[in-house]
């Protein structure tokens, strides 16, 4: 035998099989015993071998290189049993009228109240007026009044006695008028005022409350729907002792607690996709900025909702429980994450608290993406803080459903 063909048969990488009678006391070699057990690719090449002593035809066979163990595992505990268990959990949805209620029908309700009652413009104030001065300046004051929309002027009165609520203009207004204007120009020395300031808003115009609130309150109504639902699903499902027959299943921890988001994330993403639709066509806020931006913010966002609602689910021991923590986590989430009062004015102990909570840096994008315009450079260090979030929260979550519940 030759060099060459001791060195083919000592190979690992490939497989010869020889004809039985070329062997010796006919035994099978080592590789080819394996045979049964091994995946193998198509036959690469036939050679043919010729030496002194032997000749035969033998067969190489290529085979396939297998993925280290350590990655092969890691994939088979993360997601063993997922298709499994979103089969499951998708039916459970569809079958169970509760979840789908908490997920549509208060959203909608919060989505159309909210958007119309927040408004921090003043607008139709009643007013009584009492003028004791009558002069023309009184009057041009008045009329001022009456031509905005902050005041509603309903009537005059002719003495206190008739006042309730009212706006006093005292004798001599017009004198007073015209002295603290001519003291004016004498203090700075000129006859007139050469500067005509105009303000200028750049991304809302027409200073319309619904384009810098209704962005909010759909990360608001979001919060409430997906948190809320996730929460009490988990738990009822504990309640009814089906989570105890999933535990003694062959599935991952991770793997059940992912295929318990994943439905709950395409429900949840559908009630983004109406929110977005009654902002745009029911309170008219045009979209300036990217469509796919904004909703793949929201696809981070309410994954990092939901796994907080599995690890509300988890530390809760019954539905009412898992109700009144959720809402511990949200009258926070409304308060210090800018949704109605800005963070730059709160306390610092107050601005750090709102920096805790995934509404917070969701806002900040919707409100770029949606007001603004904004592109990606200018919204990404939010979206990276809420991308680590998510993460943080569904690892968080794994943890705790292993420890506590498993």
């Not at 004809?19 to 099978?28: F, I, Q, V």
């Not at 500067?195 to 200073?207: E, G």
């Not at 639902?229 to 535990?247: C, K, S, W």
């Not at 709160?346 to 904004?374: E, K």
């Amino acid at each position: 035998m030759s060099r060459f063909t001791r060195s083919v048969l000592r190979s690992k990488t490939f497989l010869l099989s020889f004809p039985r009678s070329t062997l010796p006391n006919n035994k099978k070699p080592r590789d080819a015993e394996r045979n049964k057990e091994r995946r193998f690719w198509s036959a690469a090449t036939c050679c043919r071998f010729e030496s002194a002593n032997m000749s035969a035809h033998c067969k190489i066979i290529a085979d396939r290189r297998r993925p280290p163990l350590l990655v092969k595992n890691m994939k088979h505990k993360l997601f063993r049993g997922l298709g499994a268990i979103l089969f499951k959990e998708f039916i459970v949805v569809w079958r169970d009228p509760l979840t789908l209620f908490f997920f549509f029908f208060p959203p909608l309700i919060e989505m159309i109240a909210f958007g119309y009652a927040l408004d921090n413009d003043v607008k139709h104030m009643a007013m009584i007026v009492l003028n004791e001065d009558r002069t023309v300046e009184s009057r041009q004051l008045i009329d001022r009044f009456v031509n905005t929309e902050s005041f509603r002027v309903v009537g005059e009165v002719q003495n206190l006695e008739e006042l309730k609520s009212a706006m006093r203009i005292q004798t001599g207004l017009g004198v007073a008028l015209t002295q603290s204007l001519e003291s004016l120009l004498r203090e700075t020395g000129r006859k007139g005022m050469p500067i005509d300031v105009r303000p200028q808003m750049l991304y809302n115009p027409a200073m319309r409350a619904p384009n810098f609130f209704v962005p909010g309150v759909i990360g608001v109504v979001l919060q409430i729907g997906t948190t809320v639902a996730a929460a009490m699903a988990l738990v009822r499902e504990r309640e009814r002792g089906t989570l105890e027959q999933l535990l003694v299943s062959p599935l991952s921890r991770s793997g059940l607690m992912l295929g318990k988001l994943v439905p709950y994330l395409c429900i949840g993403m559908t009630m983004a996709a109406v929110l977005f639709t009654i902002m745009r066509f029911v309170f008219f806020v045009p979209i300036e900025g990217n469509i796919f931006a904004m909703m793949f913010s929201t696809l981070v966002y309410v994954f990092a909702l939901l796994s907080l609602g599995l690890l509300v689910g988890t530390m809760a021991e019954n539905q009412m429980q898992a109700l009144q923590m959720s809402m511990v986590f949200l009258l926070p989430s409304v308060f210090f994450s800018g949704f109605i009062f800005p963070r730059e004015t709160m306390p610092w102990i107050f601005y750090a608290l709102g920096a805790l909570f995934p509404t917070t840096y969701f806002i900040a994008l919707m409100r770029a993406i949606i007001l603004r315009g904004a592109n990606f450079f200018e919204y990404w260090p939010n979206l990276l803080v809420l991308i680590l979030m998510s993460n943080l929260l569904f690892i968080l979550c794994a943890l705790r459903f292993r420890r506590k519940i498993a």
